[in-house]
């Protein structure tokens, strides 16, 4: 079968690119013809004029409450970072003619099938189009399939709530990834998805693991927010007490966080997606705030710590938190605690999901 996945994998986000990565690869492996739709737009022109107006609103209402906010200090991508993803997509991946607003509607006709999903492609609810839910302007003729999609939006637009469940309910198959997305689809149809594995934990990616780009022990650091309230130092003296000391390696988006350059004795500012695999299969602790940084720590055993303080980031942590009993992972005020994962509880349920998951594809396609 043809399949087209549409996902937000143009974003220079090690998770974005990995869970897509890992998607294409299970499907093929099922035996279906797969690639990813090169769909970009600007999401300024989508917005509707209810969005615009509400947006003008929040601003003017929210101006002195935001002005208190701490703000995470961010830069423009280098070049050789954009390069790094592009490569890989290159060399591992297989796309589409890159598509607009005005072509995808009938460019998609060529798939039998279109699976949507993972990594927050809900979270925008606002738009005149909602091209995730399969808004393409033109009706789409295929089988429509979510898989894994996951949002951190909880209450849904009044001017969206009837098309949003007019979408939804066209859906042949959907699923999500956590608690938060399956409460608002039910939310917004009355339906209920069958909840699903992020795509990453389907696949093993053990031909990125060796051999180890930086030898010897070290604490690989994966932060995307601001800092923990406890502070970095604090997390990482506990680390070393318990570990013993050894160098600090970190991987950055450096139009996200640039938190790890308080404490890092190595920044690469430029690590490949499979690369950034590679320092978390090696290494002897992960520290992350990051939804992927704890799923490819407990891919591949590693101790870790991790972190919710950010809003838009709390909801897919404690998910994991909930799903595989991880005390390790916690809101950025409590007292750290670095018991480690209990790796044989976590395959079991892990091997039982997987089951699952994949068997919610086959079916679906």
Same mark, same amino acid.
């Given at each position: 079968?043809?399949?087209?996945?549409?996902?937000?994998?143009?974003?220079?986000?090690?998770?974005?690119?990995?869970?897509?990565?890992?998607?294409?690869?299970?499907?093929?492996?099922?035996?279906?013809?797969?690639?990813?739709?090169?769909?970009?737009?600007?999401? /300024?022109?989508? +917005?509707?004029?209810?969005?615009?107006?509400?947006?003008?609103?929040?601003? #003017?209402?929210?101006?002195?409450?935001?002005?208190?906010?701490?703000?995470?200090?961010?830069?423009?991508?280098?070049?050789?970072?954009?390069?790094?993803?592009?490569? %890989?997509?290159?060399?591992?991946?297989?796309?589409?003619? +890159?598509?607009?607003?005005?072509?995808?509607?009938?460019?998609? +006709?060529?798939?039998?099938?279109?699976?949507?999903?993972?990594?927050?492609?809900?979270?925008?609810?606002? @738009?005149?189009?909602?091209?995730?839910?399969?808004?393409?302007?033109?009706?789409?003729?295929?089988?429509?399939?979510?898989? /894994?999609?996951?949002?951190?939006?909880?209450?849904?637009?009044?001017?969206?709530?009837?098309?949003?469940?007019?979408?939804?309910?066209?859906?042949?198959?959907?699923?999500?990834?956590?608690?938060?997305?399956?409460?608002?689809?039910?939310?917004?149809?009355?339906?209920?998805?069958?909840?699903?594995?992020?795509?990453?934990?389907?696949?093993?990616?053990?031909? %990125?693991?060796?051999?180890?780009?930086?030898? @010897?022990?070290?604490?690989?650091?994966?932060?995307?927010?601001?800092?923990?309230?406890?502070?970095?130092?604090?997390?990482?003296?506990?680390? #070393?007490?318990?570990?013993?000391?050894?160098?600090?390696?970190?991987?950055?988006?450096?139009?996200?966080?640039?938190?790890?350059?308080?404490?890092?004795?190595?920044?690469?500012?430029?690590?490949?997606?499979?690369?950034?695999?590679?320092?978390?299969?090696? /290494?002897?602790?992960?520290?992350?705030?990051? #939804?992927? @940084?704890?799923?490819?720590?407990?891919?591949?055993?590693?101790?870790?710590?991790?972190?919710?303080?950010?809003?838009?980031?709390?909801?897919?942590?404690?998910?994991?938190?909930?799903?595989?009993?991880?005390?390790?992972? +916690?809101?950025?005020?409590?007292?750290?605690?670095?018991?480690?994962?209990?790796?044989?509880?976590?395959?079991?349920?892990?091997?039982?999901?997987?089951?699952?998951?994949?068997?919610?594809?086959?079916?679906?396609?």
């Amino acid at each position: 079968m043809k399949v087209g996945i549409l996902t937000q994998f143009y974003r220079k986000n090690y998770g974005g690119i990995l869970q897509s990565y890992a998607l294409f690869h299970v499907l093929s492996n099922l035996g279906h013809d797969v690639e990813i739709i090169d769909f970009r737009y600007n999401a /300024a022109r989508n +917005q509707s004029f209810w969005q615009k107006v509400d947006r003008l609103f929040r601003k #003017f209402v929210h101006q002195k409450k935001e002005s208190g906010k701490v703000v995470v200090s961010t830069r423009e991508l280098p070049k050789d970072h954009v390069a790094a993803f592009s490569s %890989f997509k290159q060399k591992h991946l297989k796309y589409s003619p +890159q598509l607009t607003v005005n072509t995808i509607g009938q460019y998609v +006709q060529n798939y039998e099938a279109i699976v949507v999903g993972s990594d927050q492609v809900w979270n925008d609810l606002t @738009g005149k189009h909602l091209f995730y839910f399969f808004d393409f302007g033109s009706p789409y003729m295929g089988k429509r399939i979510t898989y /894994a999609p996951c949002s951190v939006i909880t209450e849904i637009p009044s001017y969206s709530k009837k098309k949003l469940n007019k979408l939804l309910h066209h859906i042949d198959s959907i699923s999500a990834r956590d608690e938060t997305t399956k409460r608002l689809v039910e939310k917004a149809s009355g339906l209920s998805p069958e909840l699903v594995l992020d795509p990453t934990f389907l696949y093993g990616f053990q031909e %990125f693991s060796s051999p180890a780009v930086v030898k @010897g022990d070290y604490v690989f650091a994966y932060i995307l927010g601001s800092e923990i309230e406890k502070g970095h130092k604090n997390v990482l003296d506990k680390i #070393f007490a318990k570990y013993g000391k050894m160098k600090v390696i970190a991987a950055i988006i450096p139009n996200i966080s640039l938190e790890v350059e308080k404490f890092a004795d190595e920044v690469r500012y430029n690590a490949s997606p499979d690369e950034w695999v590679n320092l978390i299969a090696n /290494a002897k602790f992960v520290y992350t705030d990051s #939804f992927h @940084g704890c799923v490819f720590s407990m891919k591949f055993h590693k101790p870790f710590f991790a972190y919710y303080k950010d809003a838009k980031r709390t909801s897919r942590l404690l998910d994991l938190k909930n799903t595989y009993q991880l005390p390790n992972i +916690q809101s950025s005020g409590e007292d750290i605690c670095l018991t480690e994962p209990d790796y044989y509880y976590i395959d079991k349920v892990n091997e039982e999901q997987k089951v699952h998951s994949i068997g919610f594809l086959e079916k679906s396609l």
